[in-house]
Structure formats: structure tokens, C-alpha cells
């Protein structure tokens, strides 16, 4: 039967009400990550790197967060993809503030390393803008950009189409917000009988195969559990 997208939205909205749910071109999904926002002068970013999978065992789901948050190898993830976002920021912001230490976003399938950074604009740039002077952030492409696209686009052998692609809207003053599209799914035929998932990791230094795939399997939920509803 056909997708019903209306339905698929609704539920990925109730399951995750902390995301951004989007719907365009065929690509849909609930994004945890939202790349930037601008409202008048003021700037924010909430920039996600570090996960772990939730446990139906809050015991055992306390120590997995108490974990993620003392590991080095995510820490440091998480910290090349601060760094990113601060960088560019901080080229057209005045009072950046970049918190210290990262802060943790449960949802109902992963939790994640989450740092927000706001900051007062300095100069007139619009939303769309600085979304593009963002993309791709070290999270989603890796860091040097240069070196890492050229390691990605010879390793990966996947076109990953708008996955991972700024997603989102302007208006006519430049104000914006543009999530990443992250946890999503493109529907391949006009009669929405079939879709594909994307969903992915960062690797760095202590990562390893298994773990990564478990990672990936842990973000794939919310969108398998939203389409079986």
C-alpha cells in the first residue's frame, strides 16, 4: 500500500517531539540536529555528535548516558563538531557562547551528546546564508572538509541525495531555521509504495565496525517504528 506521509509525520512528531519533521521532495523524516536558526539578530545551533542506544532498563539506561558522557572517544567526536559550528559562527557573531561541556538529548530510540550555541549577529547575513556556510559540518561530512569529502566520496559509494542536506526555511527578512536532514527516508516512486532509509556515524579514532553498526541500527528505529504504525 501506498506510504500515507500525512500519518508518518503525525507519528514521528508524537514520538519525537524534540525534533523537526520535515517533508520535501520526497524525503522525510524528524531531524534531532538543527543546523541554524536565526530570528532577527539572534543565532542558534544545536549540534549533536556522541550517541548511544536507549534501554527499556532505566538502570542500565542511566549508566549508558553516564557512560557516553565520560567517553573520550565521543567527547571527542562531539568536539569536532562544535568546533565547526563555533568557527563559522563566530565569523559573523558577537557574544558567541559555546558552552563547555555538552549537555544530553534523550529521545525515545538514542541518546546524544547535544552543545547549543547562540550568539548576536553582527551583520546582516540571512538565515540561508549561513546555512550554507555551515554545510557540511564535521558531523555529517568530517573534518578537514576538503580531505574528508575526498575520503568519503572514495570509500562510501553511496549517493546520499538530500541525506544529510540542509533542510528547512527563509522569509523575506532572513529569518530561517534549517534542520539537517537526518533520520529520514526518500520515497522512490510516485506511489509511495517504496522508501529508503539513511541513517549513519561518525568515525574517528576508538570507533569500531560493530559499535558503528549498532549506532546506526539504534537512529534507523525511529523511522522503521513510525513507518510499521
Same mark, same amino acid.
Given at each position: 500500500a501506498a506510504i500515507d506521509v500525512g500519518r508518518l509525520l503525525a507519528e514521528l512528531n508524537r514520538c519525537y517531539p524534540q525534533c523537526w519533521t520535515f517533508f520535501i521532495d520526497g524525503w522525510v523524516g524528524a531531524t534531532p540536529e538543527l543546523l541554524v536558526r536565526r530570528s532577527g539578530a539572534h543565532v542558534f545551533s544545536r549540534v549533536l555528535a556522541g550517541t548511544v542506544k536507549r534501554s527499556a532498563d532505566d538502570i542500565i539506561d542511566v549508566d549508558l548516558a553516564v557512560r557516553l558522557q565520560e567517553s573520550d572517544k565521543d567527547l571527542a567526536e562531539h568536539e569536532y563538531a562544535v568546533r565547526s559550528v563555533a568557527d563559522v559562527l563566530a565569523a559573523h557573531c558577537t557574544d558567541l557562547d559555546v558552552p563547555q561541556q555538552p549537555s544530553l538529548l534523550q529521545l525515545m530510540n538514542v541518546q546524544h551528546l547535544a552543545t547549543d550555541v547562540a550568539g548576536e549577529l553582527a551583520d546582516d547575513v540571512p538565515a540561508v546564508v549561513l546555512a550554507g556556510s555551515l554545510h557540511p559540518t564535521a558531523a555529517v561530512c568530517g573534518t578537514p572538509t576538503e580531505r574528508a569529502a575526498a575520503v568519503i566520496a572514495e570509500l562510501e559509494h553511496l549517493d546520499r541525495g538530500?541525506?544529510?542536506?540542509?533542510?528547512?526555511?527563509?522569509?523575506?527578512?532572513?529569518?530561517? +531555521?534549517?534542520?539537517?536532514? *537526518?533520520?529520514?527516508?526518500?520515497? *522512490?516512486?510516485?506511489?509511495?509504495?517504496?522508501? +529508503? *532509509?539513511?541513517?549513519?556515524?561518525?568515525?574517528? +579514532?576508538?570507533?569500531?565496525?560493530?559499535?558503528?553498526?549498532? +549506532?546506526?541500527?539504534a537512529k534507523l528505529q525511529a523511522m522503521r517504528r513510525a513507518l510499521s504504525v
Open positions: 538530500r541525506y544529510a542536506a540542509p533542510v528547512g526555511w527563509s522569509d523575506a527578512r532572513g529569518d530561517g +531555521e534549517y534542520g539537517i536532514a *537526518l533520520r529520514c527516508g526518500h520515497i *522512490l516512486d510516485s506511489d509511495r509504495q517504496s522508501i +529508503e *532509509l539513511f541513517a549513519g556515524c561518525g568515525i574517528v +579514532e576508538g570507533s569500531t565496525a560493530a559499535a558503528e553498526r549498532a +549506532e546506526s541500527e
